[in-house]
């Protein structure tokens, strides 16, 4: 299983954008707040594996 790593770069309500942090990509992908740690603030660091995310 791949394991991906992500910086919270905004949080707009409901949702936050994650921007990868393990590869270069400029993409934002748009996550429901509700599939992330509930502490999360900008600039959060999070890992994703086996479809949970959880504070890096």
């Given at each position: 299983m791949?394991?991906?790593?992500?910086?919270v770069a905004s949080i707009e309500g409901d949702y936050a954008n994650l921007k990868r942090?393990?590869?270069?990509s400029e993409d934002?992908?748009?996550v429901a707040?509700?599939?992330l740690p509930p502490e999360i603030v900008e600039g959060s660091r999070?890992?994703?594996e086996m479809m949970?995310?959880?504070m890096a």
């Open positions: 791949e394991t991906w790593y992500y910086e942090t393990d590869i270069s934002m992908k748009l707040r509700a599939l999070l890992k994703y949970q995310y959880e």
